[in-house]
């Protein structure tokens, strides 16, 4: 009988798991590079039992299974484009289709990240928002007047008393796993290298099947709205159908109790 | 007497087990590619009961003889396609009708109804508990590039073919039993036949949803519950009875 409860309750752990996933994704809905999650499900391990009251010798197929409930198997992460913003900001850069920034972290190791809006620090390095410089890293000289971004990843600037001669100061490039999707997420748009998403390989914007680069454009966050209510609503009722179980198991083991007055 | 105290047993197990069968099945309503099992109970009889009535040929020719009734329950896997959802990821895929994708296991071959794939760190196919989707000339790597999945099972990389799935069938779907990690496993007497790909039909970017009805489930969980209340009655009716018997009687003589 206490099967069933525990069954229940593993079945409202992962829904809550579902919604905090969905929760997640509905909160970063405006998050520039943002990828959605989606919270996988597989059933738990199951026991053959054999009824009481069968005959012995019985030659009908009346094995019962009887499974243990549901478990979390993986937040998948997607990685769909984003809505494309355009900002008319030349620091802003967009990868169209596959492939990450590199940013380096304050450990020293690198991060991996869509979110393409950089700014200038101190010595005029391209950084992240989060002030992480952009690997390899590329400085802007103090007299540029107007800086370019090719698709390629090329970055050139026009320098001040000079408006014919564009002079290139470093080459962007970009990174893609064999499994984007096992990647770790780190938090502040920046994902890692994890067990799940083999070796990063490095190369030009555009080449090698990794996306070109788009400046003055941002990709905004992948999340759809009404996708993820849906899911809630979903998920929302499944907690309520196992709490349900809950109080049925709960009412049975009442009436074993009141068998004997 | 006994008797009706051990019938009330059975079916009071069996309305518990009913039970723990329709909380899995409440427990995976949100589960990729799970079949819910039904509860079908049954009852018989059993062969006459020879000690109860005197026993011998004799007894059984007499009209209203009490029979010892046995209760079944079976819970065969139902493979009702289950509700489409679409999620635009290219490594999902969601079967149509018929059909049972491959995977292997520890060496060990599995079939599921889950199509929530994805790629591994060489870039095989894999469920997402690692283990391996296998094509029709075994495990299944893309190379890097626009990922197609035909309605067939053909899996074309940059407009190149790149292995098609395995989906295969079985004579009687009901017989697979569930192992867990919507895998199932096939008994050894029922080999998998694979399917051609003029029947194959399935869907990229979809994933098939549970096939669970909460509805049906919730009122075969009511009805569950309230037969194990009326036998739980039969019980302490029995139970009354065998007080009468034993107490009030003996306090007469």
Excluded: C, W
């Amino acid at each position: 009988m206490l099967r069933a409860m525990t069954t229940a309750a593993s079945g409202m752990k992962a829904q809550q798991t579902n919604i905090d996933t969905i929760a997640n994704n509905l909160a970063n809905v405006n998050t520039t590079g943002y990828k959605k999650s989606h919270a996988e499900f597989q059933d738990l391990l199951y026991e053959s039992i054999v009824p009481t009251g069968r005959a012995s010798g019985d030659a009908e197929p009346t094995r019962v299974e009887i499974g243990h409930g549901v478990k979390l198997v993986a937040t998948n992460k997607q990685f769909s484009q984003g809505l494309i913003r355009q900002t008319s900001n030349p620091l802003d850069l967009m990868v169209e289709g596959d492939g990450f920034f590199q940013v380096r972290l304050p450990d020293g190791s690198i991060g991996y990240s869509r979110d393409g809006s950089f700014k200038l620090d101190a010595e005029r390095n391209l950084v992240t928002s989060s002030g992480y410089l952009l690997e390899p890293p590329i400085q802007i000289p103090q007299d540029a007047t107007e800086i370019n971004i090719a698709r390629d990843g090329t970055v050139s600037v026009l320098l001040a008393g000079n408006t014919s001669t564009v002079q290139d100061v470093g080459n962007i490039e970009l990174a893609r796993f064999p499994n984007a999707g096992g990647l770790m997420a780190r938090g502040g748009n920046v994902f890692l290298q994890s067990p799940a998403s083999g070796q990063p390989q490095l190369s030009t914007p555009g080449l090698d099947g990794l996306g070109e680069i788009a400046s003055g454009f941002l990709e905004m966050s992948n999340v759809e709205t009404v996708e993820e209510l849906v899911s809630m609503i979903s998920a929302q009722r499944a907690y309520e159908l196992n709490a349900r179980t809950i109080s049925a198991a709960d009412e049975m083991l009442s009436t074993v109790n009141q068998l004997k007055r | 007497m006994l008797k009706g105290l051990r019938t009330a047993e059975t079916a009071m197990n069996i309305q518990m087990n009913r039970t723990n069968v329709l909380a899995n099945n409440l427990a995976n309503v949100n589960t990729t590619g799970f079949k819910r099992m039904l509860t079908q109970v049954t009852e018989r009889s059993a062969a006459p009961n020879d000690q109860g009535l005197g026993g011998g040929q004799a007894a059984r020719a007499v009209p209203g003889n009490v029979r010892d009734l046995i209760l079944d329950m079976r819970a065969p896997i139902d493979m009702t396609q289950g509700g489409l959802r679409e999620t635009g990821n290219s490594t999902d895929v969601a079967l149509q009708g018929e059909g049972l994708f491959k995977v292997r296991r520890n060496g060990e071959e599995y079939y599921t109804r889950s199509g929530a794939f994805t790629l591994n760190d060489t870039r095989e196919l894999v469920t997402m508990e690692g283990d391996q989707v296998l094509g029709t000339g075994g495990p299944i790597t893309l190379p890097q590039g626009e990922l197609l999945i035909r309605n067939d099972g053909t899996i074309i990389v940059n407009g190149a073919e790149a292995g098609r799935l395995s989906v295969v069938k079985f004579d009687d779907p009901s017989r697979l039993r569930h192992v867990g990690t919507t895998l199932f496993g096939a008994p050894d007497d029922m080999p998998a036949q694979p399917l051609g790909a003029d029947v194959v039909s399935l869907a990229q970017g979809v994933l098939e949803q549970s096939n669970v009805n909460p509805i049906d489930t919730m009122v075969s969980m009511i009805a569950a519950q309230r037969a194990f209340e009326m036998e739980s009655k039969v019980m302490q009716t029995a139970d009354r009875t065998l007080d009468q018997a034993v107490n009030k009687l003996s306090s007469r003589a």
